[in-house]
């Protein structure tokens, strides 16, 4: 049965769900297929996880979904370690930035726990 905040869910909507979630890994997917610059790399990786993390801010703030409050941080937190190594300031090696991205992502497939434990949205 559907929740009375799921009709504001922008996650259960085609388009917003595109914009905010979809093409933003679809651009971060992609950039295994082109040979970019390190700079360009970080920028585009960085920006698109902080463009995820505020589509779940904004949806988190909307329908109160669990995972969004969790999942917007650890975006962000992921742009901005994509910046800090990309960049050097962090040194990981040469597969740092794979290894920020694998980790984001791994991280934020961690936040749809809560919603099977405690239900899809906060109350």
């Known amino acids: 049965m ?3 905040e799921s009709k504001e869910d922008l996650a259960a909507k085609s388009i917003p769900f595109f914009l905010l ?3 933003p890994l679809l651009v971060l997917l992609s950039l295994n297929f082109f040979r970019l610059p390190l700079g360009w790399v970080t920028v585009i990786m960085s920006a698109s996880f902080a463009w995820m993390g505020a589509g779940c801010a904004i949806n988190a703030r909307r329908c109160h979904r669990r995972h ?6 650890v975006l962000l937190v992921g742009a901005v370690l994509t910046v800090l ?3 050097t300031i962090v040194d990981l090696g040469a597969y740092g930035l794979m290894y920020v991205s694998w980790g984001t992502f791994a991280a934020v497939l961690l936040t749809f726990l809560p919603e099977k434990i405690s239900g899809k949205y906060k109350s």
Request: net charge neutral; aromatic share 26%; proline share 13%.
């Open 85 to 87: 190594v990309g960049f």
């Open 2 to 4: 559907s929740q009375p």
């Open 21 to 23: 979630w979809g093409g």
């Open 68 to 73: 969004c409050y969790y999942a917007s941080p």
